[in-house]
T-cell receptor, first 114, second 115 residues
Framework: EAAVTQSPRNKVAVTGGKVTLSCNQT?????MYWYRQDTGHGLRLIHY???????EKGDIPDGYKASRPSQENFSLILELATPSQTSVYFC?????????????FGPGTRLTVL | GDSVTQTEGPVTVSESESLIINCTYS????????LFWYVRYPGEGLQLLLK?????QKGSSRGFEATYNKETTSFHLQKASVQESDSAVYYC????????????FGAGTKLSVKP
């Protein structure tokens, strides 16, 4: 069973503070992703990684950094949090299955920036 | 560009009624689109509900089905008789295997099934 976990599940931060969201996968997948999901929008890709040591910009990377120190772990970092970054964040890992590419998602982290 | 548009929610139906959630896509830069429906139950992450990788084929899971129609660029999700446990948010997604493999998601449709 594919497993992706995220911590924390809920976070309240202050404007200008630093926030780190963590993601762990036990699927041994090379690829990992960070998305945010806002009302009225689909999941939007922030950063992704092809493997340990790699990070790539997604569609909306501004204001975010990412870190992939190992195959299992992928972090999203907000150096200076702003209220516009209040959202639900999803981490995913991905691999090929049955002729197509599938992603496995974590439960999400609800971030509120005051 | 590449995008997905789906039924704007929330949608409320009564148990045992039929359901259709519309999804249309635009895949101008994707040679071989794959289409997915994901579901997010309360308090859980997204789970893959069904996928279709070949135009003209139908996917099915848990009583839901969707047909990949290349002519109408649609991938509507249907179920003949919904149950209260189907209450969730449903996302249509367009797979792009040539671009970091991260699919394009629709905005999601929140479904509430009344007992």
């Amino acid at each position: 069973e594919a497993a992706v976990t995220q911590s924390p599940r809920n976070k309240v931060a202050v404007t200008g503070g630093k926030v780190t969201l963590s993601c762990n996968q036990t699927n041994n997948h090379n690829n990992m992703y960070w998305y945010r999901q806002d009302t009225g929008h689909g999941l939007r890709l922030i950063h992704y990684s092809y493997g340990a040591g790699s990070t790539e910009k997604g569609d909306i990377p501004d204001g975010y950094k990412a870190s992939r120190p190992s195959q299992e772990n992928f972090s999203l970092i907000l150096e200076l949090a702003t209220p516009s970054q209040t959202s639900v964040y999803f981490c995913a890992s991905g691999d090929w299955w049955g002729g197509s590419y599938e992603q496995y998602f974590g439960p999400g982290t609800r971030l509120t920036v005051l | 560009g590449d995008s997905v548009t789906q039924t704007e929610g929330p949608v409320t139906v009564s148990e045992s009624e039929s359901l259709i959630i519309n999804c249309t896509y635009s895949a101008t830069s994707i040679a071989y689109p794959n289409l997915f429906w994901y579901v997010r139950y309360p308090g859980e992450g997204l789970q893959l509900l069904l996928k279709v990788i070949t135009a003209g084929q139908k996917g099915s899971s848990r009583g839901f089905e969707a047909t990949y129609n290349k002519e109408t660029t649609s991938f509507h999700l249907q179920k003949a008789s919904v149950q209260e446990s189907d209450s969730a948010v449903y996302y249509c997604a367009l797979g792009d295997q040539t671009n970091n493999n991260a699919p394009r998601f629709g905005a999601g449709t929140k479904l509430s099934v009344k007992p």
